[in-house]
């Protein structure tokens, strides 16, 4: 079995962050490890709170795992400061990490903002070129490029500017455009390559972005290149979405053993 190690911030109500990936890594078979970067207070309703780890104990919790256990692949989620981005850029490089894919939280789904303004530049500057894959939404996307997208020929542009920052391959996710088709691109520094879906009318959708870049560090670490992981974790976020489900009184979690049960 690989193994896979999630480095994110915990959800309270278990729909995204460290929770959801955990969920997709087990859901896709691969063993999951997990390094917490911050505890948020949150439920289908909003985030209420956020207490960030320290950069110390974020580095421990990752010296831990790779003095121990091997690691096949790394998704990275919520890295709320500069200084937390910064240790775990010198943890990945010191272990040589490798198939790092990196979702770049910056907001929830609620609105709350989950990467400080001041630490947007460390993560161009210092993850980013550390990154495997780079996972941003349109709105993500929009923050890194600093330019509008509407349309595919948008995200196609921000997919280069963004591989530019160091990032070996781009998927600028356009889950987010009005359109009836959800499209992603994917840039590999050559070629532009699109995924499609067919939108799917739920309201259901919290944790979508943790999951599908999990699932990406799941396909990565057992063997499949970047494409056939990206077409593999694009159905596997499709159909858990299909199956989502209501929990509490707001925007409910994707489903992620829809397989199972």
Excluded: W
Excluded at 151 to 165: G, P, R, S, T
Excluded at 202 to 212: A, L
Excluded at 237 to 252: C, D, L, N, W
């Amino acid at each position: 079995m690989k193994h896979a190690l999630t480095i994110a911030g915990s959800d309270s109500s278990g729909g995204a962050g460290i929770q959801a990936d955990l969920k997709a890594f087990s859901a896709l078979g691969v063993y999951g490890m997990s390094v917490i970067t911050a505890v948020t207070a949150q439920n289908t309703q909003g985030v209420t709170g956020v207490q960030e780890i320290t950069p110390d104990m974020v580095a421990a919790q990752i010296d831990a795992i790779y003095t121990d256990i091997n690691v096949d692949g790394v998704k990275i989620g919520m890295v709320s400061s500069a200084e937390i981005i910064k240790v775990i850029a010198e943890r990945l490089h010191t272990y040589e990490a490798d198939k790092v894919v990196i979702d770049t939280v910056m907001v929830s789904k609620s609105g709350c903002h989950l990467l400080k303004k001041e630490a947007k530049d460390s993560l161009k500057k210092h993850l980013l070129p550390r990154a495997y894959v780079v996972t941003p939404n349109i709105y993500e996307a929009e923050v890194l490029v600093d330019s509008k997208i509407s349309n595919i020929e948008e995200m196609k542009l921000a997919a280069k500017e963004i591989h530019q920052l160091g990032a070996k391959f781009v998927i600028v996710k356009g889950g987010h455009l009005d359109d009836e088709t959800c499209a992603d691109v994917l840039f590999d520094g050559d070629e532009y390559h699109l995924f499609n879906s067919k939108r799917i009318n739920t309201q259901h959708t919290h944790g979508t972005g943790c999951t599908f870049s999990a699932a990406l560090a799941a396909f990565l670490a057992q063997g499949y290149d970047v494409y056939e992981s990206t077409s593999k974790a694009k159905e596997y976020i499709t159909e858990a979405i299909r199956h989502s489900f209501a929990v509490g009184k707001g925007v409910g979690p994707t489903h992620h053993f829809y397989k199972y049960y």
